[in-house]
T-cell receptor, first 113, second 112 residues
Framework: ETGVTQSPTHLIKTRGQQVTLRCSSQ?????VSWYQQALGQGPQFIFQ???????GRGNFPPRFSGLQFPNYSSELNVNALELDDSALYLC????????????FGPGTRLTVL | DQQVKQNSPSLSVQEGRISILNCDYT??????FLWYKKYPAEGPTFLIS?????DKNEDGRFTVFLNKSAKHLSLHIVPSQPGDSAVYFC???????????FGTGTRLTIIP
């Protein structure tokens, strides 16, 4: 059984640029959630995708967008990067079921200069 | 508005003793709670969970206690081992909503 994988591991961008982060779900999982973890904070929910549709969104502006593909892999896109977007971005997959635990990938560390 | 709070940023415990990590929440709609453990350069790893219909759940060395009236939960690790040194996050969800709301974490250090 393959776990959740994310790419790239690290990324450096400049303010105003756009970035795409990728996630492969754990085998058998059809739901993917994205979280942003700033330094010294807990992960903050960005949004969730289920069967290629957005299924809930946290308090993040529209320049944060996502996609889920038929194979349940996912992308997180961030436009017009700001310095405060520097964080660890975590992807978590789960089998859509009430109160099922989510399995996290190792994250992508984004630095915006 | 911090709906899940972990008021102790760090905790040091002697190896073999009990570690107790605490978590408070304010949203009465939360009815499912999870603990995650995070090592550096890794994603959070699920540890143990509890639903609001229970007040205790055990899994080996790990026990989670839930006090709904106080909106408080705690994670007990006994005996503590050096490999338990990590950051521990408390998370909460309301029924049917897979969005997790996390606390800010407690860094646990086990002293050999």
């Amino acid at each position: 059984e393959t776990g959740v994988t994310q790419s790239p591991t690290h990324l450096i961008k400049t303010r105003g640029q756009q970035v795409t982060l990728r996630c492969s779900s754990q085998s058998g999982h059809n739901t993917v959630s994205w979280y942003q973890q700033a330094l010294g904070q807990g992960p903050q929910f960005i949004f969730q995708y289920y069967r290629e549709e957005e299924n809930g969104r946290g308090n993040f502006p529209p320049r944060f967008s996502g996609l889920q593909f038929p194979n349940y892999s996912s992308e997180l896109n961030v436009n017009a990067l700001e310095l405060d977007d520097s964080a660890l971005y975590l992807c978590a997959s789960s089998q859509r079921r009430m109160n099922n635990e989510q399995f996290f990938g190792p994250g992508t560390r984004l630095t915006v200069l | 508005d911090q709906q899940v709070k972990q008021n102790s940023p760090s905790l040091s415990v002697q190896e073999g003793r009990i570690s107790i990590l605490n978590c408070d929440y304010t949203n009465s709609m939360f009815d499912y709670f999870l603990w995650y453990k995070k090592y550096p350069a890794e994603g959070p790893t699920f540890l143990i969970s509890i639903s609001s219909i229970k007040d205790k759940n055990e899994d080996g060395r790990f026990t989670v206690f839930l006090n709904k009236s106080a909106k408080h939960l705690s994670l007990h690790i006994v005996p503590s081992q050096p490999g338990d040194s990590a950051v521990y996050f408390c998370a909460a969800a309301d029924f049917g909503n897979e969005k997790l709301t996390f606390g800010t974490g407690t860094r646990l250090t086990i002293i050999p």
